[in-house]
């Protein structure tokens, strides 16, 4: 994929290409996790004044989505996913370059996220970006099956 047709910017949860990237995030996450253990954010709650939601295009198709969530004291990682199509791309680094550098304009002194234990290459690529593991964090009980990270802008 070249870098001159691939674009990161900010995006519309309720476009009807985001929208079905969402839902196919949130399918794979209830075909490995229980529900208890699913923190994924709706498309409503994407829409609101404390979410950044951006969009990965290539070459004007939608593969990739993001988001940051202005917490009290920090910026929360949310909604992060590729197409399989285009995984190992690098669209998922370009969104959280992205997501950084909102998180530098609101002034956040760190990114926190939550993860899937199970999404290995989601670990690794968070932990490849700077983020290390840590506890839960804000609302989020100690799950077995989740993972939780940060870093330091």
């Given amino acids: 994929m070249s870098s001159e047709a691939t674009t990161v910017e900010l995006g519309n949860p309720r476009d009807a290409a985001a929208t079905a990237l969402l839902q196919a995030s949130h399918a794979l996450m209830q075909s490995l996790f229980p529900a208890e253990s699913n923190h994924y954010l709706s498309v409503d709650a994407l829409c609101t004044d404390d979410i950044r939601f951006f969009v990965a295009k290539v070459d ?27 995984r190992g791309s690098g669209l998922g680094i ?60």
């Avoid at 899937?116 to 290390?132: P, R, V």
Wanted: charged share 30%; hydrophobic share 35%.
């Fill in 60 to 86: 004007g198709s939608v593969l990739g989505c993001g988001a940051l969530a202005l917490r009290d004291g920090y910026g929360e990682v949310k909604s992060m996913f590729v197409d399989p199509a285009a």
């Fill in 94 to 153: 370009r969104l959280l370059k992205r997501i950084e550098e909102e998180a530098h304009k609101e002034d956040l002194p760190l990114l926190r996220l939550e993860t899937g234990g199970k999404l290995h290459s989601a670990h690794k690529m968070y932990e490849g970006f700077g983020f290390i593991r840590r506890g839960p964090f804000g609302d989020y009980p100690d799950d077995p099956n989740s993972l939780f990270m940060e870093k330091p802008l």
